[in-house]
Protein backbone atom coordinates (compact mmCIF):
# COMPACT_ATOMS: atom_id res chain seq x y z
CA UNK A 1 0.00 0.00 0.00
CA UNK A 2 1.38 3.69 -0.39
CA UNK A 3 2.53 5.86 2.16
CA UNK A 4 3.47 9.39 1.99
CA UNK A 5 5.52 11.14 4.38
CA UNK A 6 5.75 15.08 4.94
CA UNK A 7 9.12 15.72 6.19
CA UNK A 8 8.35 18.95 7.73
CA UNK A 9 5.69 19.40 9.99
CA UNK A 10 5.75 23.19 10.61
CA UNK A 11 7.55 25.42 8.02
CA UNK A 12 7.90 29.04 9.29
CA UNK A 13 8.30 31.62 6.96
CA UNK A 14 8.54 35.33 6.41
CA UNK A 15 6.30 36.70 3.87
CA UNK A 16 6.93 37.66 0.41
CA UNK A 17 9.42 35.08 0.88
CA UNK A 18 9.74 31.57 -1.34
CA UNK A 19 8.77 28.05 0.07
CA UNK A 20 9.13 24.73 -0.92
CA UNK A 21 6.79 21.73 1.44
CA UNK A 22 8.43 18.16 0.67
CA UNK A 23 6.21 15.23 0.21
CA UNK A 24 7.80 11.65 -0.87
CA UNK A 25 5.78 8.82 -1.22
CA UNK A 26 6.51 5.34 -1.24
CA UNK A 27 6.40 3.26 -4.73
CA UNK A 28 7.52 4.35 -7.71
CA UNK A 29 4.84 2.73 -9.85
CA UNK A 30 2.44 4.62 -11.07
CA UNK A 31 0.17 7.27 -8.92
CA UNK A 32 -1.71 10.26 -8.68
CA UNK A 33 -0.48 12.88 -6.44
CA UNK A 34 -2.76 16.01 -4.32
CA UNK A 35 -2.16 18.51 -2.39
CA UNK A 36 -4.86 20.24 -0.20
CA UNK A 37 -4.85 23.19 1.85
CA UNK A 38 -7.01 23.11 4.92
CA UNK A 39 -7.72 26.58 6.40
CA UNK A 40 -8.30 26.76 10.47
CA UNK A 41 -11.37 25.17 10.92
CA UNK A 42 -12.26 24.67 6.96
CA UNK A 43 -12.42 21.36 4.81
CA UNK A 44 -10.10 20.79 2.29
CA UNK A 45 -9.45 22.88 -0.86
CA UNK A 46 -7.25 21.35 -3.72
CA UNK A 47 -4.57 22.91 -4.74
CA UNK A 48 -3.04 21.37 -7.69
CA UNK A 49 -3.05 17.53 -8.83
CA UNK A 50 -0.73 15.45 -11.03
CA UNK A 51 -2.33 12.29 -12.51
CA UNK A 52 0.12 12.29 -16.13
CA UNK A 53 1.79 14.60 -18.27
CA UNK A 54 3.93 17.39 -17.64
CA UNK A 55 6.34 16.94 -14.39
CA UNK A 56 5.16 20.81 -13.18
CA UNK A 57 2.04 21.38 -12.39
CA UNK A 58 0.68 24.47 -11.65
CA UNK A 59 -2.27 24.84 -9.17
CA UNK A 60 -4.48 27.85 -7.58
CA UNK A 61 -2.68 30.94 -5.54
CA UNK A 62 -0.05 30.77 -7.11
CA UNK A 63 1.98 27.31 -5.64
CA UNK A 64 3.16 24.87 -8.35
CA UNK A 65 4.73 21.30 -7.86
CA UNK A 66 6.91 19.16 -9.41
CA UNK A 67 6.54 15.32 -10.06
CA UNK A 68 9.94 13.61 -9.71
CA UNK A 69 9.42 9.73 -10.20
CA UNK A 70 12.99 8.89 -9.82
CA UNK A 71 12.89 10.30 -6.03
CA UNK A 72 9.67 9.82 -5.87
CA UNK A 73 8.81 13.20 -4.72
CA UNK A 74 5.86 15.83 -5.29
CA UNK A 75 7.42 18.86 -3.66
CA UNK A 76 5.05 21.85 -3.15
CA UNK A 77 6.33 25.34 -4.36
CA UNK A 78 5.63 29.22 -4.17
CA UNK A 79 7.72 32.20 -5.30
CA UNK A 80 6.30 34.30 -2.97
CA UNK A 81 4.18 33.80 0.16
CA UNK A 82 1.62 35.92 1.29
CA UNK A 83 -0.03 35.63 5.46
CA UNK A 84 -2.89 34.46 3.84
CA UNK A 85 -1.23 31.17 2.71
CA UNK A 86 -0.69 29.85 6.26
CA UNK A 87 -3.02 26.96 6.60
CA UNK A 88 -2.27 23.37 7.21
CA UNK A 89 -1.13 22.01 3.63
CA UNK A 90 -1.69 17.70 2.82
CA UNK A 91 0.13 15.81 -0.07
CA UNK A 92 -1.85 12.73 -0.75
CA UNK A 93 -1.72 9.72 -3.11
CA UNK A 94 -4.07 7.42 -5.06
CA UNK A 95 -3.02 4.17 -6.37
CA UNK A 96 -5.20 3.65 -9.57
CA UNK A 97 -3.23 0.28 -10.15
CA UNK A 98 -4.64 -1.53 -7.49
CA UNK A 99 -8.10 -0.05 -7.85
CA UNK A 100 -7.85 1.73 -4.35
CA UNK A 101 -10.27 4.76 -5.28
CA UNK A 102 -9.50 6.28 -1.66
CA UNK A 103 -6.93 9.02 -1.59
CA UNK A 104 -3.72 8.14 1.48
CA UNK A 105 -3.00 11.25 3.50
CA UNK A 106 0.73 12.48 4.65
CA UNK A 107 0.98 13.84 7.81
CA UNK A 108 0.28 17.31 7.13
CA UNK A 109 2.86 20.53 7.51
CA UNK A 110 1.36 23.73 8.74
CA UNK A 111 2.85 26.41 7.00
CA UNK A 112 3.42 29.85 9.31
CA UNK A 113 3.34 32.96 7.24
CA UNK A 114 5.03 35.71 9.43
CA UNK A 115 5.44 39.51 8.79
CA UNK B 1 -16.35 19.07 -10.13
CA UNK B 2 -19.06 18.51 -7.41
CA UNK B 3 -20.34 20.62 -4.45
CA UNK B 4 -20.94 18.99 -1.39
CA UNK B 5 -23.02 19.70 1.77
CA UNK B 6 -22.36 18.54 4.77
CA UNK B 7 -24.53 18.80 8.09
CA UNK B 8 -23.89 19.73 10.96
CA UNK B 9 -20.74 22.10 10.46
CA UNK B 10 -20.44 20.76 14.51
CA UNK B 11 -22.00 19.24 17.60
CA UNK B 12 -21.42 18.79 20.93
CA UNK B 13 -22.72 15.71 22.13
CA UNK B 14 -22.75 13.80 25.30
CA UNK B 15 -21.00 10.48 25.40
CA UNK B 16 -22.92 7.38 24.55
CA UNK B 17 -24.91 9.09 22.04
CA UNK B 18 -25.15 8.81 18.44
CA UNK B 19 -25.07 11.92 15.54
CA UNK B 20 -25.55 10.89 11.99
CA UNK B 21 -23.43 13.09 9.88
CA UNK B 22 -25.39 13.89 6.18
CA UNK B 23 -23.43 14.57 2.74
CA UNK B 24 -25.29 15.75 -0.43
CA UNK B 25 -24.11 16.02 -3.77
CA UNK B 26 -24.95 18.12 -6.35
CA UNK B 27 -24.22 15.08 -8.77
CA UNK B 28 -24.34 11.54 -9.32
CA UNK B 29 -20.80 10.10 -8.09
CA UNK B 30 -20.13 6.09 -7.86
CA UNK B 31 -17.60 6.47 -4.91
CA UNK B 32 -18.17 8.01 -1.72
CA UNK B 33 -15.19 8.35 1.15
CA UNK B 34 -15.87 9.04 4.35
CA UNK B 35 -12.60 10.20 6.54
CA UNK B 36 -12.07 11.27 10.14
CA UNK B 37 -9.32 13.98 11.26
CA UNK B 38 -8.08 13.56 14.68
CA UNK B 39 -7.29 16.66 16.27
CA UNK B 40 -3.68 18.10 15.13
CA UNK B 41 -3.99 14.79 13.23
CA UNK B 42 -4.13 13.96 9.22
CA UNK B 43 -7.10 12.21 7.48
CA UNK B 44 -7.85 8.80 8.39
CA UNK B 45 -9.87 6.80 5.73
CA UNK B 46 -12.88 5.44 7.61
CA UNK B 47 -14.93 3.64 4.51
CA UNK B 48 -15.69 3.53 0.99
CA UNK B 49 -19.82 3.60 0.59
CA UNK B 50 -20.76 2.85 -2.92
CA UNK B 51 -24.86 3.02 -3.60
CA UNK B 52 -26.58 -0.20 -3.73
CA UNK B 53 -23.81 -2.25 -1.90
CA UNK B 54 -22.77 -2.50 1.79
CA UNK B 55 -20.18 0.19 2.75
CA UNK B 56 -16.00 -0.95 2.42
CA UNK B 57 -14.36 -0.59 6.03
CA UNK B 58 -10.96 -0.22 6.72
CA UNK B 59 -8.98 -1.58 9.01
CA UNK B 60 -9.61 -0.16 13.00
CA UNK B 61 -13.37 0.42 12.20
CA UNK B 62 -16.42 -1.12 12.37
CA UNK B 63 -19.93 -1.44 10.97
CA UNK B 64 -21.61 -1.12 14.62
CA UNK B 65 -19.27 1.89 15.76
CA UNK B 66 -19.83 3.48 12.07
CA UNK B 67 -22.77 2.39 10.29
CA UNK B 68 -23.23 4.27 6.99
CA UNK B 69 -25.99 4.38 4.26
CA UNK B 70 -25.91 4.91 0.49
CA UNK B 71 -29.09 5.14 -0.51
CA UNK B 72 -28.77 6.79 -3.92
CA UNK B 73 -25.69 8.44 -5.80
CA UNK B 74 -26.20 11.65 -4.47
CA UNK B 75 -26.02 10.93 -0.57
CA UNK B 76 -24.91 9.05 2.07
CA UNK B 77 -24.64 9.34 5.78
CA UNK B 78 -22.72 8.09 8.12
CA UNK B 79 -23.33 7.58 12.07
CA UNK B 80 -20.88 8.02 14.81
CA UNK B 81 -22.68 5.50 17.54
CA UNK B 82 -22.45 5.16 21.65
CA UNK B 83 -20.00 7.89 21.34
CA UNK B 84 -16.88 8.33 23.98
CA UNK B 85 -14.67 11.36 24.05
CA UNK B 86 -11.98 9.67 21.87
CA UNK B 87 -14.50 9.91 18.70
CA UNK B 88 -13.99 13.88 19.22
CA UNK B 89 -12.88 14.97 15.99
CA UNK B 90 -13.85 16.02 12.14
CA UNK B 91 -15.62 13.92 10.16
CA UNK B 92 -15.34 14.94 6.66
CA UNK B 93 -16.80 13.14 3.19
CA UNK B 94 -15.48 13.33 -0.28
CA UNK B 95 -16.33 12.08 -3.54
CA UNK B 96 -14.17 10.45 -6.03
CA UNK B 97 -13.68 11.25 -9.64
CA UNK B 98 -13.77 8.58 -12.05
CA UNK B 99 -13.61 10.79 -14.99
CA UNK B 100 -10.37 13.36 -13.34
CA UNK B 101 -9.25 11.99 -9.99
CA UNK B 102 -10.31 15.22 -8.83
CA UNK B 103 -11.64 14.27 -5.15
CA UNK B 104 -13.77 16.82 -3.96
CA UNK B 105 -14.33 17.45 -0.02
CA UNK B 106 -17.38 18.39 2.10
CA UNK B 107 -16.79 21.04 4.73
CA UNK B 108 -16.82 18.82 7.30
CA UNK B 109 -18.44 17.96 11.06
CA UNK B 110 -16.73 18.88 14.15
CA UNK B 111 -17.85 16.91 16.38
CA UNK B 112 -17.16 17.34 19.98
CA UNK B 113 -17.72 14.57 22.74
CA UNK B 114 -18.41 15.41 26.49
Known amino acids: AQSVTQLDSQVPVFEEAPVELRCNYS??????LFWYVQYPNQGLQLLLK??????LVKGINGFEAEFNKSQTSFHLRKPSVHISDTAEYFC?????????????FGSGTRLQVQP | SAVISQKPSRDICQRGTSLTIQCQVD?????MFWYRQQPGQSLTLIAT?????????ESGFVIDKFPISRPNLTFSTLTVSNMSPEDSSIYLC???????????FGSGTRLTVV
Open chain 2, 49 to 57: ANQGSEATY
Open chain 1, 92 to 104: AVSDPDTGRRALT
Open chain 2, 94 to 104: SVGGALNYGYT
Open chain 1, 50 to 55: YLSGST
Open chain 1, 27 to 32: SSVSVY
Open chain 2, 27 to 31: SQVTM
